[in-house]
């Protein structure tokens, strides 16, 4: 899974657990004394871990001038904000989201000082809570367009952080963006993702109003229907080359496998390369499945299919046309592409693919979720690959990520074994609020798309 977030857009697997924390963003210059400490107690941030959400900017003016934004955009919006004197801001009624403002001198000023990114370290300091955070979130995700006003909009390259150099996805940096999240822990992904150990969205049921009908039990069986979709579209039986980019912790290879395909899957992760060769190896598959660590533009060889699931929001708007020459490159005559990417509108993706989020700053650095206009531009201009069937099932996102949310939230005293605090929780939890949030308002999406060379073949 590689997700992104509205507004400011943009996927923690084995290293220690500071690993999840990002580098210190240098402090906004001061225009006043610096805000109170972060919260004590159960709820407090180490500095050393967390220096940028156990810091609070000193950006009083620009506090004042966030909480008259935020008054004036909540104005519009069926969200509450309570602060601590009773106040309420915002359009909604009683039984609207709330969001509780705990310490609002410090959520101001982060809000004023570094806009969303500010809002996410506000979350991990509990400088504000909510008893329902993906309905506020998926309000703020709604009214995205409309949080920031028409001229500061026009002037986003002042002020909006930029995307560090050291995250331009370039195969000298994509190993440590990817090590930062899917090398963690294979533990801490097992305590939330089901049996399959897949870690994108599930396909599931769909029940009479055409909702899907999500369920824990059901999950496994939705992941598989997944694969075998994709599977099926890229024509995979026995015999077939198959190329899987982006291992994950096996999956997709070993049904594959299963079908009698011959595959080659390559990863960046070596802790999932190190579970997905032992699951390969337990099935019996080894004769069938080559797993290597490897990018995807050191790929060989050539194959009569492509598979890959949501690994294109990795790899960054300048190397799309690397990534699709890639592909076309290994493709066999006749061949076919199914890909599972994560999506969002172009007008938004334009507006934010240069802005550095926190999404990107904690949990997928060098992320970057693409529209299909954009992915079908850069096939078109660089390859002679096209898009020859898609299919969107974004609600379907939406309950694979309460589902993992739920599972997360129900074991967090295991997740703290494995020596990953509480501000990790915190922050883990909102990234699955988060995108969460973002599938049920509608502004992200997620498709299945075939393509072929020069849009030949089945559709």
């Known amino acids: 899974m590689t997700t992104g977030s509205f507004e400011e857009t943009a996927r923690p697997a084995d290293g220690p657990p500071a690993a999840a924390a990002a580098p210190a963003v240098p402090a906004a210059p001061a225009d006043g004394p610096p805000a109170a400490p972060g919260p004590a107690g159960p709820g407090a941030v180490d500095p050393a ?26 104005a519009r919006l069926p969200l509450r904000a309570v602060l601590p004197d009773g106040t309420v801001l915002g359009a909604g009624d009683p039984g609207s989201p ?43 995700a709604s009214g995205a367009a409309e949080l920031v006003p028409a001229p500061l909009q026009r002037l986003r390259g002042a002020w909006a952080r930029r995307q560090p150099a050291g995250q331009r996805n370039t195969v000298a940096n994509t190993r440590g963006n990817i090590h930062r ?12 993702l089901d049996e399959t150990m897949t870690y994108s969205s599930a396909v599931f049921p769909e029940g009479p109003d055409g909702r899907p009908d999500a369920s824990w039990d059901g999950l496994a069986a939705a992941q598989r229907a997944k694969v075998d979709r994709l599977l099926d579209a890229a024509g995979v039986g026995a015999g077939t080359r198959l190329l899987e980019i982006g291992t994950g912790w096996g999956e997709l290879a070993l049904r594959a496998a299963a079908r009698g395909a011959r595959v080659t899957t390559v990863t960046l992760s070596q802790e999932q390369l190190r579970l997905a ?6 099935a019996g598959y080894e004769d069938r499945v080559t797993l290597l660590l490897r990018d995807y533009r050191q790929v060989g060889g050539v194959y009569d299919a492509v598979v890959s699931v949501e690994m294109i929001e990795a790899v960054g708007a300048e190397f799309w046309p690397v990534y699709f020459g890639v592909l076309e490159r290994v493709l066999a005559p006749g061949g076919r592409i199914a890909l599972q990417a994560i999506t969002m509108p172009h007008d938004r993706m334009e507006a934010s693919r240069s802005t550095w989020t926190w999404i990107q700053k904690y949990v997928f650095p060098g992320g970057l979720i693409p529209s299909v206009e954009a992915l079908e531009s850069a096939t078109r201009r660089h390859t002679g690959l096209r898009v020859v069937r898609r299919e969107a099932f974004g609600p379907h996102y939406a309950e694979t990520l309460r589902l993992w949310r739920e599972r997360f939230a129900g074991r967090a005293e295991e997740v703290g074994a494995l020596g990953l605090d509480a501000v990790f929780r915190r922050m883990w939890g909102f990234y699955l609020a988060y995108s969460e949030a973002g599938f049920r308002s509608g502004y992200l999406d997620v498709q299945q798309l075939l393509l072929t060379r020069n849009g030949g073949g089945a559709r």
């Not at 999240?181 to 939330?192: K, P, T």
């Not at 060769?277 to 337990?282: I, K």
């Open 49 to 74: 871990r967390w220096p940028d959400a156990a810091r609070v900017p000193r950006a009083v003016l620009r506090g004042r001038a966030a909480r008259l934004l935020v008054e004036r955009a909540l």
């Open 98 to 140: 709330a969001l509780e403002v705990l310490r609002p001198e410090a959520f101001f000023r982060r809000l004023g000082a570094d806009g969303l990114i500010g809002f996410g370290e506000s979350w991990m300091a509990r400088e504000w809570d909510a008893q329902d955070p993906v309905g506020v979130l998926t309000v703020l």
């Open 277 to 282: 060769s032992r699951r390969v190896a337990e």
């Open 181 to 192: 999240h899917y090398d963690l822990s294979n533990d801490l992904f097992a305590l939330f």
